[in-house]
């Protein structure tokens, strides 16, 4: 069993920058994934890591501007988000995998957040 619990969401203007992180419990060594839901559409992937932070997997959407990585010390993984854009705005989740291999397929995820609302301004 895993618990996880996202914080780092907030108002930010278009162009900032926001660090999300997401604490876990119980059974930490976790493939962990990056996930977020805007109003009216899909969950969608946004990144992921292996759970000894060797392996990193971004949707291509996401890359050059996010970034993923994970403190195992601290029990915690992060999404660093910069150069921000109104469209960014939604509710983000991290989840965790007992698969093998990194996937962003969303079905592959066997626990999840409460989510973390990221609102990016104009």
């Known amino acids: 069993q895993v618990q996880l619990v996202e914080s780092g969401g907030g108002l930010v203007q278009a162009g900032g920058s926001l660090r999300l992180a997401c604490a876990l419990s119980?059974?930490?060594?976790?493939?962990m994934g990056w996930f977020r839901q805007a109003p009216g559409k899909e969950r969608e992937f946004l990144a992921a890591?292996?759970?000894?932070?060797?392996?990193?997997y971004y949707a291509d959407f996401v890359k050059g501007r996010f970034s993923i990585s994970r403190d195992n010390s601290k029990n915690t993984v992060y999404l660093q988000m910069n150069s921000l854009k109104p469209e960014d705005t939604a509710i983000y989740y991290c989840?965790?995998?007992?698969?093998?291999?990194?996937?962003?397929?969303?079905?592959?995820?066997?626990?999840w957040g409460q989510g973390t609302q990221v609102t990016v301004s104009s």
């Open positions: 989840a965790a995998s007992r698969t093998i291999d990194i996937v962003a397929v969303r079905n592959r995820y066997d626990y």
């Open positions: 119980g059974r930490t060594s976790a493939n």
């Open positions: 890591i292996n759970w000894v932070g060797t392996s990193t």
